[in-house]
């Protein structure tokens, strides 16, 4: 799978994957502040569903920047893996979940081929990895014991969540990253390089 890739390549995807695997365990902390100040309310469930799409977006950012299979793949189990090692709470299960998110991200580009980037298909990529989660916390954290509405209520959340901080913050942060010209040597900076000097012409 990473036959064709440049060394350049493999080191953008480690910097990403390191970086995302750090900062998913701020998220954690955010989430389970969030879930403390819902629980009196009873909506603890959700607390983690309105910040779940942030656990997709290292595999999204990867994926737009250097556009090759297996990118979000890699990403998703890299980064897991430095959660673990940087003492997240999670243990050995993360490395799986990271496999299942990461695995959602690759499905949206494989539908095309890997020939589409735009937004929509980034939103997508964010929606797809929220589904596979889902269902695989339904049976790996015991979700399958809530109510229906409950559960219902929950996904619909994580859908949003996906959409919005995987795909169109994920597709953000790489679009800024991307004019500032540390990316030229990518597929995305090639892209937005081209376009300028389309615009200049």
């Known amino acids: 799978m990473t036959k064709n890739w440049k060394l350049k390549e493999i080191v953008m995807l480690s910097i990403i994957s390191v970086v995302a695997g750090v900062l998913y365990m701020f998220f954690v902390l955010f989430a389970s502040?969030?879930?403390?100040?819902l629980t009196p309310i009873g909506l603890a469930p959700f607390s983690f569903e309105f910040v779940f799409g942030l656990w997709f977006i290292g595999s999204v950012v990867a994926?737009?920047?250097?556009?090759k299979p297996g990118a979000a793949?890699?990403?998703?189990?890299?980064?897991?893996?430095?959660?673990?090692?940087?003492?997240?709470?999670?243990?050995?299960?993360?490395?799986?979940i990271g496999l299942v998110q990461g695995a959602g991200i690759e499905t949206a580009f494989l539908l095309t081929k890997y020939k589409n980037y735009r937004l929509r298909v980034l939103i997508l990529s964010g929606m797809i990895a929220a589904i596979y989660s889902f269902i695989y916390q339904l049976f790996a954290?015991?979700?399958?014991?809530?109510?229906?509405?409950?559960?219902?209520?929950?996904l619909s959340i994580r859908l949003i969540s996906g959409a919005l901080l995987s795909g169109v913050l994920g597709k953000w942060i790489?679009?800024?990253?991307?004019?500032?010209?540390?990316?030229?040597?990518?597929?995305?900076?090639?892209?937005?390089?081209?376009k300028r000097e389309k615009d200049a012409a």
């Open 141 to 154: 954290s015991g979700n399958m014991a809530l109510a229906p509405t409950v559960l219902i209520g929950m």
């Open 174 to 194: 790489a679009d800024k990253l991307a004019f500032t010209g540390v990316l030229d040597g990518y597929a995305l900076g090639k892209e937005v390089r081209k």
């Open 33 to 37: 502040t969030l879930r403390n100040i």
């Open 63 to 67: 994926m737009y920047i250097i556009r």
């Open 73 to 96: 793949l890699f990403t998703g189990i890299i980064s897991a893996g430095v959660e673990i090692l940087a003492g997240g709470p999670g243990g050995a299960k993360v490395l799986l």
